[in-house]
């Protein structure tokens, strides 16, 4: 089992930055594939970000690509998400999440989740 606790949610003015912590325990957090995604109300969950296990693959939705990285510390267990030029429609609860294995944009290869934190964008 993996449990994972994600931090650093929050209300913000549109352009505006946050920074959003998932700190992971329970495996060996270098065999895990790490992923962020986001559910707005009345929406599916969808895709962000992900990395691999080593940090030097990443990929991103283009809803997001050039304002948002990704990025792992395997030292401390934890992977981040820096978001900058905040819009409201990034409004959402953001999931971060654990495969095994390669990254993966598919919410549905995932094995582990978190219990989500709100980052809210008033514009």
């Known amino acids: 089992q993996v449990q994972l606790v994600e931090s650093g949610g929050g209300l913000v003015q549109a352009g505006g930055s946050l920074r959003l912590s998932c700190a992971a325990s329970g495996r060996t957090f270098i065999s895990l594939a790490m992923g962020w995604f986001r559910q707005a109300p009345g929406k599916e969950r969808e895709f962000v970000a992900t990395i691999n296990r080593f940090g030097g693959t990443t990929y991103y939705a283009d809803s997001v690509t050039g304002r948002f990285a990704i990025s792992r510390d395997n030292a401390k267990n934890t992977v981040y998400l820096r978001m900058n030029s905040l819009k409201p429609e990034d409004t959402a609860v953001y999931y971060c999440?654990?495969?095994?294995?390669?990254?993966?944009?598919?919410?549905?290869?995932?094995?582990?989740w978190g219990q989500g934190t709100q980052v809210t964008v008033s514009s």
């Open positions: 999440a654990a495969k095994m294995g390669e990254a993966s944009t598919r919410t549905m290869n995932y094995e582990f």
